[in-house]
Nanobody, 124 residues
């Protein structure tokens, strides 16, 4: 049974950093793509970042250079390191996963499994 559990959200000021964690079970990183999405109030869920099966990483242009994705194989965890946070980064952040080789890592429809989300708030 696949489970994804996000943690690490919170409230920070602009310019500060947070690291979100996606603890996975029931998947292996060589067979599943793991992605991060976010959803602001009243807006659609949008792609943030993804880790492909070959360890290649992808980022939305809005976070490129500020966010960094890594994984901890021993803990079966994917980490989203968020730096230089801006008020526009405020959203619920979701971890998601799908099996197979589809290259459309930014498409929510590709993802089969989703976590419950964790809130990130950036404000003065």
């Amino acid at each position: 049974q696949v489970q994804l559990v996000e943690s690490g959200g919170g409230s920070v000021q602009p310019g500060e950093s947070l690291t979100l964690s996606c603890a996975t079970s029931g998947i292996t990183f060589d067979a599943y793509v793991v992605g991060w999405f976010r959803q602001a109030p009243g807006k659609q869920r949008r792609f943030v970042s993804a880790l492909q099966r070959d360890s290649k990483t992808y980022y939305n242009d809005a976070v490129k250079g500020r966010f960094n994705l890594s994984r901890d194989n021993a803990e079966n965890t994917v980490l989203l390191h968020m730096n230089s946070l801006e008020p526009e980064d405020t959203a619920i952040y979701f971890c998601a996963a799908y099996a197979g080789g589809s290259p459309y890592v930014d498409d929510t429809d590709e993802y089969t499994y989703w976590g419950q989300g964790t809130q990130v708030t950036v404000s003065t």
